[in-house]
Structure formats: C-alpha cells, structure tokens
C-alpha cells in the first residue's frame, strides 16, 4: 500500500494513495480528472485556502474546514463540512451514505456537469464560508455521541470510513471517543484516527483486535 499523499498536487497527478491503484492509470481520480480540475478552480475562485487533508484536495476559510473534493470509482463528489446548517436552495445535495445524517455532498457522474453548475456551486460554497465567518456552527444533537472535531473532519473527508463508522454499535463508537479523547493533541488524535481506520472498516471497536 503506497503512503498517503501530503502534496496536493500529486492529488490531481497521481491519486490519493489509499490503495494499490495510486498513479496508474486506473486511479479513480484519473477517470473524472476534468471534472475535479474544474472543482478546484471553483474552489480556489471563492477564495478559499487549498490544503490536503486525509490525503484529499481540502478547502478551507476562516480557519475553518469549508469542503473537500473525492473520487470514486462510479462517481466524484464535493462535500461540504457542517453540512447540518447548509440551506440546499436546488435540492442538489445527497447523503454520503444510509447512515448520514444531513445531505453533504453535490455527486457527479459527468465531468462537463461541473462548469455547467458552476454559479451554484460558488453560492454553495459562499453560504458555507458565511457560516465560517460568523462562527456560526451546527446544533449538536443530544442523543447522539459527542465525537471529537478530528474524528467528525474525518468521517466527513471519507464516505466509506463514515458508513462504517456509523454501522457499528453504539459501544464500539464510544470506545473510539473515549480512546481518542485520552489524546492530549489535536495531532495525535488524527494521527490515531489513521490507525484506527482499518479497524473501524472491519467493524471493530477500538480495543478488539
């Protein structure tokens, strides 16, 4: 398995590198390249601030996550953080998966689809830099589990870790929280985010191994 990229150019050059199809040409990325070149210059119009986190082309503003771009094999896909406060005047945002609680995402399944949207996408994007601005954030529901900021980035940056993550009991989720809580750094719980991963795909809780 390739290491993740930290380069967000190797993103649009070569992939992500989470799997053994990193820089081939039957890299996801490499199928919707167009598309997601056309996503970036968006992004970048609105002023926002490119990054890569979770080995993902991420865009940020006001010190805040905006939105991250993804490619899959059937699809490619901007995502937007704090997805709850969205407003989705055009009906265009679909849940990850099953299990996602609020529509994040705009889907594409055709790279010309991107310029043709481009004046919803900048308003989209622009709602959610407002909310940035204000520091406006989401309400957080009562009956859920309290997760940490990292784990919430990551499960929104990675629709399939989300769907697992979101399919496992209650008491398996807990025990991730309370085991990423003990971190005394933003840093290493990211970092154990990364570790955990495999494990959440498999259906695991922190301490079952």
Not at 83 to 90: F, G, R, S, V, Y
Not at 183 to 208: D, N, P, Y
């Amino acid at each position: 398995m390739p290491p993740m990229i930290t380069d967000i150019e190797d993103y649009f050059t070569k992939g992500c590198g989470r799997c053994e199809r990193f820089a081939t040409p039957d890299c996801s990325t490499r199928r919707w390249i167009s598309g997601l070149d056309d996503l970036r210059a968006i992004c970048l119009e609105a002023g926002l601030v490119e990054s890569v986190k979770w080995a993902h082309p991420c865009y940020e503003h006001a010190r805040r996550n905006i939105a991250i771009i993804g490619a899959l094999r059937g699809d490619f896909r901007l995502s937007f953080f704090n997805a709850a406060l969205m407003t989705d005047p055009e009906g265009i945002l679909e849940k990850q998966g099953a299990s996602t609680q609020h529509p994040d995402m705009i889907r594409f399944v055709d790279t010309a689809a991107v310029l043709r949207m481009k004046p919803v996408i900048l308003a989209y994007l622009r709602e959610a830099m407002g909310y940035a601005e204000a520091g406006v954030r989401p309400p957080k529901d009562s009956t859920a589990i309290e997760l940490p900021d990292e784990l919430v980035e990551a499960l929104d940056a990675d629709p399939e870790l989300a769907e697992a993550f979101h399919l496992l009991t209650p008491g398996r989720q807990r025990s991730y929280v309370i085991n990423l809580n003990a971190a005394k750094t933003s840093a290493t719980r990211t970092s154990r985010i990364l570790k955990f991963r495999a494990r959440i795909l498999e259906g695991r809780g922190a301490t079952e191994y």
